[in-house]
């Protein structure tokens, strides 16, 4: 193995790895998203990290999970008279979700400690990962407090549960997709401040839009006002309807028709930034980052008309599921675009791997 290739080889193994894991992460979230589409998150009542990830067995097992779930509002209010059959279907949701968040565990945590014994992980790429894995430990409990929240007073789990738990899901998901990114050897892209400016913000406004489709999700938001390009009536609807709740902050997460209101706005906000800043990168014949623009402007568009269809048909799960599954299209493509035009001075000599045949 020559001097060269060794790092490259490292590289290499390093970004396979990660490239798994963050699509691992995508699958548990669409997995998420068709459970709470279904109304199965809450039909497993306990948190059992270990023991958990063996399902019932018997059929005596099964009657005290139904049970467990017959305890809680959800079932008396919604699922009064459910049968222990329907009650599987949803409890295999939940399974299924709460199991993959197991396995990415390990998926992660197995390989990390591999490269960790080689040495075949830089300083500061290790200090990223040891980050990403303490944040993925905190998902797991931010996952059962959204769970708890729908235990005791609710029928369903708390928007803001809801939405913070999507939100450190993709948080980790876009970590990800980054640290793969800059340990591709590539050289820096000369363009304008502006360029990269946007392509910041495109990131922000998608993590911004994400989170109010996380609040619509959880408020149900998507089966009132089923209409386009009108809500309730008007373009805008009258600021009675939108700030009727005091404090009027709590209009903005609790509101139904204010929380759709902003997932459409802010969809049109980046629409037109997405277009904006392709248009800027053709323009300016930014190479590489102007096809990534073009790219990011076209799963933009694609998502903009799925969400307006989603509207329209009042959520049904297909077409549901496909606009999550764009919109994380639209995240990971907003992410490399903003890395590949982000500043990769001195980022080689950060990220390099030493050889993973040299234990270290």
Known sequence: MTTNSAPTNSHRAVRCWLISVAALIALMVLVGGATRLTESGLSIVEWKPVTGSVPPLSDAQWTDAFEAYKKIP????????????????IFWWEWSHRLLGRFIGVAYLLPFLFFLWRGGLSGE???????????????????????????????????????????LALLIFA???????????????????????????????????????????????????NTWPQIDGA??????????????????????????????????????????????????????????????????????VLGILTLLNQVPIDLALSHQAVAIVVLTLAVMQAERLASRQNAEAQQRAVPVGQPG
């Open 74 to 89: 959800q079932y008396r209010e919604l699922n009064t008279g459910m049968s222990l059959s329907e009650f599987k279907q």
């Open 125 to 167: 790429l290790k200090r990223r990962l040891w980050l990403l894995f303490a944040l993925g430990g905190l998902q797991g409990a931010v996952g059962w407090w959204m769970v708890a929240s729908g235990l005791s007073e609710r029928v369903e789990v708390s928007q803001y549960r809801l939405a913070t738990h999507l939100m």
């Open 175 to 225: 970590g990800i997709v980054w640290t793969v990114r800059r340990l591709a050897d590539r050289p820096q892209i000369a363009v304008s401040a502006r360029l990269r400016f946007t392509s910041a913000v495109l990131v922000i406004v998608t993590f911004v839009q994400i989170y109010f489709g996380a609040l619509v999700a959880g408020l149900r938001a998507g089966r009132a006002y």
């Open 235 to 304: 373009f805008i609807p009258s600021a009675e309807r939108l700030w009727f709740e005091t404090p009027w902050w709590r209009n903005m997460f609790g509101n139904v028709l204010t929380v759709q209101f902003e997932h459409r706005m802010t969809a049109y906000l980046l629409f037109t930034l997405a277009a904006l800043h392709a248009f800027d990168a053709v323009r300016s014949r930014a190479g590489s980052a102007a096809s990534g623009a073009l790219w990011l402007f076209a799963a933009v568009s694609v998502q903009a």
